[in-house]
């Protein structure tokens, strides 16, 4: 604007300059909508270059427009993230010299077109506010994608966490689930002696449920299982988890002898009221479960040596009686009563 209404055929040099790199800008436009971003990216780095250092040779330095360079190395870093190190260095130091030669070459007497005062002062306020206006766009930009890519990042990982600790078919915990909880609980009841209560939990007949109505029905029925069994607990602190095929198993934190029995009987009538039809089976006309309990008052310093293993398998044992009983009903063991404070 200044060039038109100050003296057009004096600056006519430095005003075409500026209309042939404009039209190179919209060449780059054309290039990134046509997803020729590389192409484009490049042609912006020369074409922008080499407009700070023409538009300088024609009104000289003191009108700042090499500062520009500097926003010229932010863009860099924008566009050109995966950059090696090296060549990260020898760009910024190639815009440096730049900005150095500009600098001493285009003083006010060796120009083209020199600007007089206080044009060329105002001229350079404008390029700082520019420089620095596109320096913090492009920087704040940069910094957006950077919070983007980390939030992409971390919802992946609770995604591949989730994965990783859920059975797919049940979506319940699976079995490395189980087997940390019961770690971390033993070990906190360790430290602050209180109840536990572990419960194994399996569907009768299920081999001859799945031949009678097919594998894919064998599926649903264990979800539908699942869901009743899930429906049963009401504490956060509980946890269920898929074992096994058809298997599944509770740890129940803060949960006494008393508490488990009731809570495993709870679990045999859920599955019951399910009402699943089961024609092979001899224990009743629908699907039931087997269910093996056991638990402990107190964790003393005795039991605490022997360890959690010992309170799955006595469940585990329990289920089995459960079924040798003639299935579809809930068995309770206590963990062995020379170790529990009631033994001792
Ligand atoms: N549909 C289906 N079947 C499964 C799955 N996991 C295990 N099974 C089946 O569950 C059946 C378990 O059979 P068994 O261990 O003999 O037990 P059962 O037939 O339930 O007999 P009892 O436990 O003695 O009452 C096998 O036929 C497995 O193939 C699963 O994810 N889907």
């Known amino acids: 604007m200044f060039y038109f209404f100050y003296d057009f055929a004096l600056y006519l040099g430095v005003f075409v300059a500026n209309l042939v790199f404009i039209a190179v800008y919209v060449v780059v436009l054309l290039l990134n909508h046509r997803g020729r971003y590389s192409v484009a990216r490049n042609v912006l780095l020369g074409n922008a270059c080499s407009q700070v250092f023409v538009v300088s040779y024609f009104i000289s330095a003191g009108a700042g427009v090499h500062l520009f360079y500097f926003t010229l190395a932010s863009i860099l870093v924008f566009l050109f993230q995966s950059l090696h190190v090296l060549k990260y260095i020898a760009i910024m130091a190639m815009f440096g010299t730049l900005y150095i030669i500009v600098h001493f070459l285009f003083s006010q007497s060796f120009v083209a077109e020199p600007v007089p005062s206080p044009w060329v002062d105002i001229m350079y306020a404008g ?19 950077i ?3 980390e939030d992409e990042l971390t919802l992946n990982n609770q995604y591949l966490e989730t994965l990783s ?7 319940l915990a699976n079995r490395r689930v189980l087997d940390d909880t019961l770690a971390q609980e033993w070990a906190r009841l360790v430290r602050q002696p209180g109840a536990m209560s572990v419960i194994m939990c399996d ?5 001859l449920f799945n031949d009678r109505y097919g594998h894919d029905s064998g599926d ?21 988890a898929r074992y096994g095929g058809e298997e599944f198993a509770l740890v129940l934190p803060g949960t006494d002898e008393a508490g488990g029995r009731y809570l495993g009987e709870k679990l045999r009538e859920a599955v019951e009221r399910l009402n699943i039809p089961h024609a092979k089976s001899n224990t009743a006309a629908c699907v039931t ?5 056991s638990g402990l008052d107190h964790v003393s310093p005795d039991v605490s040596q022997h360890g959690v293993d010992r309170l799955l398998k006595c469940a585990d044992q329990a289920l089995y009686q459960a079924k040798a009983n003639g299935r579809n009903q809930v068995v309770f ?7 529990t404070r009631a033994g001792q």
């Open 165 to 171: 600790n859920t059975d797919p078919l049940t979506g």
């Open 127 to 145: 390029s700082v506010s520019g420089a620095l206006t596109l320096l913090g766009v492009f920087l704040y930009l940069f910094r957006k994608q």
């Open 203 to 207: 569907v009768d007949h299920f081999k």
């Open 147 to 149: 919070d983007q890519a």
């Open 289 to 293: 479960v087997s269910v093996g309990v």
């Open 220 to 240: 649903h029925c264990l979800q539908q299982i699942a869901t009743a069994l899930k429906g049963v607990l009401s504490r956060p602190s509980d946890l269920l």
């Open 333 to 339: 063991l206590p963990y062995p009563s020379a170790y």
